[in-house]
């Protein structure tokens, strides 16, 4: 299953094109709407604009089953103040795509909202990573993630060895994933004093994978974690991603890091999770983890240097309108759709 | 410009295909020589295997340049000791791919020193990463990498808004390229350390691309960090890739975080580079700059907890055989070279 | 720049998805709409459905202007009967994909007005090949096509050496394109003679491109001929596709066959064209030139013999409804199209 | 499962890397070996270039089973006689890829014995559609071909609605395989004739499928036809390719050439099979059927019209060496090899 997504934040809609789809899946439309609900904005710790976010199916589907042919789901824009974005064409925003874009595009792309590069562009990513959701749930393939990190505080890790589909699926209904509550109401303190200094703060979403079976992928380009990555990075904001034990297999040594195996009633298992469940570029029948860190979202109300690209001359630019202080409350169920899609792309390339 | 590596440790030979090799180029096989030296062991820090991996080119090149056609290189394996590895069929090494492999191809993979797993496979990505070096130094890109850090010793970082391509191409004169000499002594003391003890140690390769056009890539799934992810996940013993300032986004503001942008003699620069050169998923002009975490080696002298797949019992497991304690300056080379692959990619994505 | 087409006859709307287009390109809706006037049903030789065909455009176009990101386009669907096709879903139409489809597709896909496989998403196909063309146009390649054939009556064939491309855009004007208005006449009455009988009829298309490049495409599986008989198999009820003399080559000598190559203006060019403007899977600078068959519209009146898939009997099949009873004079800008959306993918596999 | 051939005619050697290949086949070397004794050149009616043609393993087989990981295989080159070439670098054989190429690949392809264009890279192909072909008979599904045509001589058709296994294995063992002997005789009547006049002669191949499975594929640009097509024009001198009923389509009725469909012992059947087994682009459980013309030979020994590159005049050009009357013969295992590979590509398109 591959999927193309299509729209500008404030052009008529946003959407995509799923290809691929097996036939004859029931949809679960009650589902899809309570992730894309995890994906909207929440009152307080988020930007203030409302988005009704109703999918229109326009194809694929017949008598609430997908037909096998191509699945084109649409979302319309609306509630949205292209004033409050009017001068962004001319001064782009730090950090954000405006400027890369403009060059990349020849100042033709639609600047409105961060047009093609907005946020918003997620609602279809999430849509499409329901319905690949739904495909792993028939193989008892469940997704979760968690806020391990905001600002200066840190959520617990999974227990690396020991992650029960329960657990993932407690989390998904979670407004504010953590697995420590103390931890999350720190982070949300954070958030205010970010929030309060129209200023941003970014963090860190731990995902993990139950259930997904052991001997799936292949060495090289077309490894797990390389098809994992790729879906990953395409979320915006995303800056980094490791694997198991990530960035801390630095500092250990082999005899530490290594995952001893063991029996276990008649199955192979590792009694540590240190590369979080692939190894080889393969699944090894473990947990698969990962983190992934996301930056402070770039919009912020405080003033900042810029350039303006109809002068080429210094400028200074103090953003208004609706931004979020942090999304990754909102990244959670983002980052669980695109593990998804990666998850049922590792699967297809499995042998004849 | 696309490449398929092929090839078992112990079988006759490792080799590579590379497809949309752009006709004329005059092959500079020093150089490429010089490349794959660097990926070979060296003296005491490493394996004590000899591998003399002279390419034998097969197709694509005739009178000394390439044609534009397929282009093959083989490289024979000798000076084997497949004896060495004879009980790894049954005895997996924890956090190799030996276990997920043999689940994955029925048990019927080359066993033999890693076989398709092997780190020798990467003498063919260096023979084909510096083919694409030269076809990007034609454009002025240079990429360069040294050690960030091994065990508990770090290296300087690159100075992330001024990288001279001087700086980089002296990087790749080095058998043990860091920034720091202090430091780069104290990681050789971290790797005669485990070495004796018989075990090994991981660390961070901190690579760099200077002169890499601004408005390249695009976002999505083919955005230029997806792209460049793919590429180095497909390095054996890669765990985590971050962009910029990476996982230390986590912990910033926005304020801090946001790249402010300046004009400076006429071209928009950045005056910091927390974004790593990529911005919504495009080049911006400034340096391309990415970490990638290296797991110490699986492969070590001490006894460790295994399976025998033969009997599916408990089993304990001690490897002998010539193994790098540390391959973190071997693996310079092969970052950078599955860098040049990918931006070559990112490249040829561009506008019609 | 590569298209996906979604969507199913008398679903809500079927529709286009383009990525890679270049930015900055003015759409010139005119020319896209007189485009799409030329594929839908024109009265007395063709089927009674009014197809309004607004395209309406999603994403991707900004101030008239591509914006180089994903362009979506939709047609709504109106104007439907969905009673007349009833009963399809279990007396599967023989030559149509209604047998197959349900095979292939578990029973799941929508039978009304042939679903997915109507040659209604020809509709989206001509929209994206209108701007294909486009594109090409501002390279100064124009295509056109003829009707070769229909029934026993044929047309002129293309003088292959010189096809100029005002001849190739007056073709495009035409409601029935033939080079011999008197072949025309005698196929059109061939037509309405199928059409009184309750019947239908096929024929041939030849298309040629003129001004298209020398010296661009490659041998294997990405020659010329195989991307564009790739595209051309897209089309529904295309049967056969061939280059220049085609099938003709059996019966000829070496000697015959081979194109002789002189210099004419300082220009290397063949004196015949029996390649079709392609050797070694490249082109060779002559026009390129191709006859694709079509068979006859499955859909008659006249009472045949199927199956009830309900029941598994042998059933009788009497269909009512509008259909064509030749489509071919619809299918030369179909064909056009197709030959456009390869020849874009054509050129952007060139070297880097 | 994918492939790769590299080589050129002259050059050490030309092979196939393959990927994807199933772990755990049991490869039959004297099947291969076989197989590619029918493309080799036979004595009398072919060029009287002895080809050696023994296939050297260099990875993805262990222990002669498949390993699951690539798999390369390269045939050296010997016995070449590159003066017989020397002056084709400046002087283009017409109809051949010499000139195409030269413009393609800026002067730079190899032009030894036709380079990479050679006839010679169908060695590499029927090794590789020799796996493909064990693959497929595994699920029953048999492939055969025979020569329909050469010059003004016809073979019989098959019979569309029965073609036994049997019958496709039988041809297999023919060194000129048609169905009807009388008809073989004069077609080799036909060839003599023309390699007397120093020239060539074209031909029609018709292949058939047996066995293969119902409801696979699907509409669009991966339909049956669409992937079977691309994969036969790879093949050099093919320029034409047609399903079923093909280009006779044109002079036909719906009531005539729609298949009519019946139940037969529990099974949908057809009572005939004008298209060739696919509709809709979708299998539809009837024989696989197609025809493809191949080009005389352009290399003849008559004097012929072209330039000299070197000078950019009109010149003339007699070829001398050892070249092929009539491929005909030996192509038909090369085209059966390319649908074989083709099919193995349909049928890993089915549903995940």
Same mark, same amino acid.
């Given at each position: 299953m591959t999927y193309q997504i299509f729209g500008e934040s404030h052009g008529p809609a946003v959407g995509v094109v799923l290809d691929g789809v097996p036939a004859g899946l029931a949809l679960d439309m009650e589902e899809i709407s309570r992730?894309?609900?995890r994906r909207r904005a929440k009152g307080g710790?988020?930007?203030?604009?409302?988005? /009704?976010?109703?999918?229109?199916?326009?194809? *694929? !589907?017949? +008598?609430? =089953?997908?037909?096998? $042919?191509?699945l084109c789901a649409i979302i319309a824009n609306q509630n949205? #103040?292209?004033?409050?974005?009017? =001068?962004?064409?001319?001064l782009p925003r730090p950090?954000?795509?405006d400027y890369a874009g403009s060059v990349r595009y020849r100042g033709c792309n639609d600047p409105r909202g961060g047009g093609h590069f907005s946020g918003r562009l997620t609602a279809p990513l999430v849509f499409a990573g329901s319905i690949a959701r739904q495909i792993?749930? +028939? #193989?008892?393939?469940? %997704? @979760?993630?968690? %806020?391990?990190? %905001? &600002?200066s505080v840190c959520d617990k890790f999974f227990d690396p060895v020991e992650i029960p589909a329960e657990l993932l699926q407690k989390l998904q209904q979670e407004a504010f994933p953590v697995l420590d509550e103390t931890a999350g109401e720190a982070m949300k303190q954070e958030i205010r004093t970010a929030a309060s200094e129209g200023d941003s703060v970014g963090g860190i979403i731990q995902c993990a994978v139950a259930g997904f079976p052991c001997g799936v *992928?292949?060495? &090289?380009?077309?490894? !797990?974690?390389?098809?994992?990555?790729?879906?990953?990075?395409? !979320?915006?904001?995303? =800056? @980094?991603?490791?694997? &198991?034990? /990530?960035?801390?297999f630095a500092s250990q040594k082999g005899s530490q890091a290594n995952d001893p195996m063991r029996m276990k009633n008649g199955k192979v298992v590792c009694t540590?999770?240190?590369?979080?469940? %692939? $190894?080889?570029?393969? $699944?090894?029948g473990m947990p698969i983890l990962f983190q992934t860190v996301i930056k402070p979202t770039p919009s912020i109300s405080k003033p900042q240097q810029t350039v303006d690209l109809s002068t080429m001359e210094n400028a200074?630019?103090?953003? =208004?309108g609706r931004h979020d202080p942090c999304i990754l409350s909102r990244a959670a169920v983002v980052i669980e759709s695109a593990a998804a899609l990666a998850l049922l792309e590792v699967l297809s390339g499995g042998s004849l």
């Open positions: 992730q894309m609900g710790l988020s930007t203030s604009r409302i988005e /009704g976010d109703l999918p229109e199916i326009l194809s *694929g !589907v017949y +008598q609430g =089953k997908t037909t096998g $042919t191509p949205t #103040r292209s004033q409050d974005y009017a =001068k962004l064409a001319e950090s954000h795509g792993l749930r +028939q #193989r008892r393939i469940e %997704i @979760g993630a968690h %806020i391990l990190q %905001i &600002g *992928g292949q060495p &090289g380009l077309d490894c !797990v974690e390389s098809i994992l990555s790729r879906h990953i990075f395409a !979320v915006p904001a995303v =800056k @980094g991603i490791s694997f &198991g034990l /990530g960035f801390d540590q999770n240190n590369n979080g469940g %692939i $190894t080889g570029g393969i $699944t090894n200074e630019l103090s953003i =208004k």
